[in-house]
């Protein structure tokens, strides 16, 4: 009979079973906040998880989840403070005013066209690309990329007068 080779989840299981809890409390000890030790230990885990093979390995596990889960608290710590610090010096963003119900339409008519149509108008009508670039950035001939916008621009029409009965009928625009 050959020996099976232990299963790396119950390793892992055990490991955090065994540990989780002494981790957190020297996390806590360190930032002095237990949510936050929570969250860094949490992710130092999964972090030991993705390399489980290596890590447990190592010579200390539990020291390298340990070391892990204070880079990752004092890393937060850094974004924070860099927060705070562009924030005393440029004081708060001005509101941004919601969206107008035109845009609102607009943005749901989009959402019912095909994505290659989607993508070039937006790249060229609201973004202001010129059809070549747009070809370039999504990877289309030219041509491919002129009979997207002019089929799109027609389901466009179409889409935003089923969605927007104060547009004008594209019955109309026809005649």
Known sequence: MSEQP????????DFYRSSSRRVARAVYAMTGDLTEAQDCTQEAFARAWQRWSTVQEAGDPEAWVRTVARRVA??????????ARHLLAHGRPEPVAPPGDDHT????????????????????HLV????EEVAAEVGSPTGTV???????RAALAQVLEDLDPRLPSTEAHRA
């Open 146 to 152: 002129k009979a997207r916008l002019s089929r799109g």
């Open 128 to 131: 202001g690309l010129p059809v």
């Open 74 to 83: 004092v890393s937060r710590w850094r974004r924070t403070r860099t927060a």
């Open 6 to 13: 232990p299963d790396p989840q119950a390793s892992f299981d």
């Open 105 to 124: 339409v607009l943005v749901a008519a989009l959402r019912r066209l095909p994505e290659a149509q989607r993508h070039a108008i937006v790249l060229h």
